[in-house]
């Protein structure tokens, strides 16, 4: 099975609304949940053909401060394969 990229991100409180509505206005590019509401840490699936544009556009989140601390980490729903 393919697993696509995973990442999580510190969401700014205030403006998590307008954050979440322009990530989503890109279709197909990421599924996002709230993975931790008391620190506003989101995580973020991504297909390995949307990296690039996700990527960009989430540098231009960082840049006006509505995210922080963004980490591509291993997937934590990916399971080791059994042959």
């Known amino acids: 099975m393919n697993f696509g990229l995973y990442y999580q991100a510190l969401v700014n409180r205030e403006k998590g609304w307008y954050f979440t509505a322009i990530l989503r206005s890109f279709?197909?590019?990421?599924?996002?949940?709230?993975?931790?509401?008391?620190?506003?840490?989101?995580e973020f699936y991504v297909p390995q053909s949307q990296?690039?544009?996700?990527?960009?556009?989430?540098?231009?989140?960082?840049?006006?401060?509505?995210?922080?601390?963004?980490?591509?980490?291993?997937?934590?729903l990916q399971k080791d394969e059994i042959l």
């Open 27 to 42: 279709e197909h590019m990421c599924f996002d949940r709230t993975l931790d509401k008391q620190k506003h840490l989101f």
């Open 51 to 76: 990296q690039e544009q996700f990527e960009a556009i989430m540098q231009y989140f960082v840049k006006k401060g509505l995210v922080s601390e963004l980490q591509q980490l291993p997937n934590r």
